[in-house]
């Protein structure tokens, strides 16, 4: 297994088990097994550790918390300040804050490797890390200053979100950097903000690159209704049930069979059925309801119109034959023609 860390110059295993040879025995095998140093990756709990021992889950923790406070005392940590700035250059350099998950897969792919990483991260004094809560995800930073500011616009960015808002990433990358209008130069590009957008739980992305609240349905995709709606929404014009279904595999690359996409479409209220098997998105405009309906809504918003009038709004909205309006407007439970050939509502 390579011992040179992806995007470090040094070597992460050799210096963390010089550090660990400088403790007693005990001390040296609560902390491999804590953060995974031993022959299995695997993080130990406190308690396992305990009863391995006879001990308290407590007093491993004094132990540990006793360990790395020797180490930070050790002629070996001094020796290891090159590596421990190289950590530093690595976190400036992804944005001076950054999420646990992307800092540790960025400088390995190797589970084991990253424990070695992630105990540096520990027990270097430059290294500062804010815990994952309901809004943001666990991350790593230098400089405090900092990551109050970002965490300070990520909050603002979100509060002026409506619930089911969609935004472009470009737009949402804009957006956020009016919230950072002071914040250094060196951290004003695209990969630093999406980084940044990524410490929040409260925004997300979709699987079509919009931004919006992570909660909402158009991001947080759960099912096939979810991506029929992206699908349609992308597509930017009405389809029938069997052309959403394709379209989601097309574009998604999941399997969506055409029945459980109908019966999909049928049941969410974003969609509107437009003509036989025709669905289009409900926020285009739509009216919900049959033909009918449609005839009295145009009626009931234009006043009094001809049959071609009629013909010519309805099909606007659906995807049917003109004929079946005709037909609709014979309805005299619903419309009456006047004098002058022009149909109203019936009151």
């Not at 950072?180 to 979709?206: D, H, P, Q, T």
Request: one cysteine or more; hydrophobic letters at 35%; glycine letters at 6%.
């Amino acid at each position: 297994m390579p011992q040179v860390a992806d995007k470090t110059g040094f070597k992460p295993k050799v210096i963390v088990r010089r550090l660990l040879t400088s403790l007693p025995e005990r001390s040296r095998i609560v902390l491999e097994a804590r953060f995974g140093l031993g022959t299995s990756p695997e993080r130990v709990t406190l308690e396992s550790i305990g009863k391995r021992y006879d001990i308290t889950r407590e007093r491993v923790r004094q132990i540990e918390n006793h360990a790395l406070t020797a180490l930070k005392k050790s002629p070996a940590f001094a020796e290891a300040h090159a590596a421990f700035e190289e950590l530093e250059r690595v976190i400036d350099s992804l944005g001076g804050i950054v999420c646990e998950n992307d800092l540790l897969s960025f400088m390995s792919k190797d589970k084991s490797m990253q424990n070695y990483i992630y105990f540096l991260l520990v027990l270097g004094d430059p290294f500062k890390y804010r815990k994952e809560d309901d809004e943001a995800e666990r991350c790593w930073y230098v400089d405090q200053e900092l990551a109050d500011k970002v965490h300070t616009a990520l909050k603002s960015l979100y509060s002026g979100l409506s619930d089911e808002e969609l935004i472009p990433e470009s737009e949402m990358i804009e957006r956020f950097l009016k919230e950072l209008e002071n914040i250094n130069a060196k951290y004003r590009n695209e990969e630093v903000m999406k980084r940044w957008l990524s410490i929040s739980k409260n925004i997300g992305k979709n699987p079509l690159g919009e931004w919006g609240h992570s909660a909402s349905p158009n991001v947080k995709t759960k099912g096939v209704r979810d991506y029929a709606y992206l699908a349609v929404k992308k597509h930017g014009s009405p389809l029938h049930f069997r052309e959403v279904a394709q379209l989601i595999e097309k574009t998604f690359h999941r399997k969506a069979h055409v029945a459980t996409t109908h019966n999909e479409l049928i049941k969410d209220t974003r969609f509107v059925l437009v003509g036989r098997g025709m669905y289009a998105l409900k926020e285009w405009g739509y009216t919900q309801g049959v033909v009918r309906d449609v005839i009295r809504e145009v009626l009931r918003d234009k006043g009094a119109l001809s049959k071609d009038e009629i013909i010519e709004k309805v099909l606007k909205e659906r995807h049917v034959k003109p004929g079946t309006i005709v037909v609709n407007l014979q309805n005299q439970k619903y419309f009456k023609r006047g004098k002058e050939g022009k149909f109203t509502l019936v009151k």
